[in-house]
């Protein structure tokens, strides 16, 4: 199973200020939802907290340590195995991790694809970093740039990184 990951992240790697985006991108989302519709999608419990609902037309799989956690119309794991378990059980060639930034950095070894929107500006006051990609190891094989407009507040490119 492939696993690929999907973030939206600034210049600087900021992906998020307490437990919420740093930025409203509406093609960013469309983006995100055409990527990921009917596919296992993996993220942290706080991610899953932030959407406010389970994502419609995924199955959601949630990594927590809390023991009591009940995640409505969600897959609740564990561990990032019982995660990756759950998602081969889904017979999908290929998964999302979507979050936060403690599972994309346990995950990164494993990730075979980054599918990024990087936001061109940088947000000092984040809490929630994207890990460095090492260009050592990943290779760009896209990149698609926008300019702002009215709907858009910051440029943004998306882009498409696979393992070396």
Known sequence: MNISF???ASENNAIGKNNELL???PNDTKFFKNITWAMPC???RKTFESLGKALNGRKNIVITRQDDWKGEDAIVVKNIQDALKAAEATDSKEVFVIGGAQIYKEMLPMANKIYITRVHASFDDADAFF?????NEWQLTNNQDFPIDGKHAYEYSFQVWERK
Request: glycine share 8%; hydrophobic share 55%.
């Open 6 to 8: 999907v973030v939206a």
């Open 42 to 44: 993996i993220m942290g």
């Open 131 to 135: 890990p460095e990609i090492n260009t």
């Open 23 to 25: 930025w409203r991108l």
